[in-house]
T-cell receptor, first 115, second 114 residues
Framework: DQQVKQNSPSLSVQEGRISILNCDYT??????FLWYKKYPAEGPTFLIS?????DKNEDGRFTVFLNKSAKHLSLHIVPSQPGDSAVYFC??????????????FGQGTILTVHP | DTEVTQTPKHLVMGMTNKKSLKCEQH?????MYWYKQKAKKPPELMFV???????INESVPSRFSPECPNSSLLNLHLHALQPEDSALYLC?????????????FGSGTRLTVV
């Protein structure tokens, strides 16, 4: 049972345009969400996070939106740059439970930004 | 220091070998994690240590043996592995057990079992 889903395996955008990466979850106990960027053979690098008490969090070019009723979150990157090309993972945590900090990851979306 | 350091970066081992992976952080984090990532798959949790005590074992086979000698160091001892155990092994740490604030991953150890 995949509790965190990223249904788009890949996304291709032009430099300067907006990139929108989507993530859905099924476990209503998740209350904290994170986005990571990953290059091959490297560890995930933290980008931005959001608590379930918020519906939006912004950090520079990155904005994460959370729709709790739809169990959906999205990452917006504006403007997209070629250096943003990587695999993006959505991850979720049940901070209020006994997960001891376990992150459950989506399958990832490969973002390619063309110059 | 805001890094999680993993050594070695690459490891090739035979099925009868014994080897260890090492993870170190000096951020004062009191939760440390081992994840396994197979090719084209997301990272999956293996173990969680909270205040140097094993809190979660995600039904990992006993050929993987974790150890947390102190608050800065996490080891993963490997013995009698199978080729299907070949993967990227990621270590992570977070500030407080049970919370994900400051959750930081290392660069991983690429393990190949031959």
């Amino acid at each position: 049972d995949q509790q965190v889903k990223q249904n788009s395996p890949s996304l291709s955008v032009q430099e300067g345009r907006i990139s929108i990466l989507n993530c859905d979850y099924t476990n209503s106990m998740f209350d904290y969400f994170l986005w990571y960027k990953k290059y091959p053979a490297e560890g995930p690098t933290f980008l931005i996070s959001i608590s379930s008490i918020k519906d939006k969090n912004e950090d520079g070019r990155f904005t994460v939106f959370l729709n709790k009723s739809a169990k959906h979150l999205s990452l917006h990157i504006v403007p997209s740059q070629p250096g943003d090309s990587a695999v993006y993972f959505c991850a979720a945590n049940n901070a209020g439970g006994t997960s001891y900090g376990k992150l459950t990851f989506g399958q990832g979306t490969i973002l390619t930004v063309h110059p | 220091d805001t890094e999680v350091t993993q050594t070695p970066k690459h490891l090739v081992m035979g099925m009868t070998n014994k080897k260890s992976l090492k993870c170190e952080q000096h951020m004062g984090h009191r939760a440390m994690y081992w994840y396994k990532q197979k090719a084209k798959k997301p990272p999956e949790l293996m173990f969680v240590y909270s205040y140097e005590k094993l809190s979660i074992n995600e039904s990992v086979p006993s050929r993987f043996s974790p150890e947390c000698p102190n608050s800065s160091l996490l080891n993963l001892h490997l013995h009698a592995l199978q080729p299907e155990d070949s993967a990227l092994y990621l270590c992570a740490s977070s500030q407080v057990p049970g919370e994900v604030y400051g959750y930081t991953f290392g660069s991983g150890t690429r393990l190949t079992v031959v």
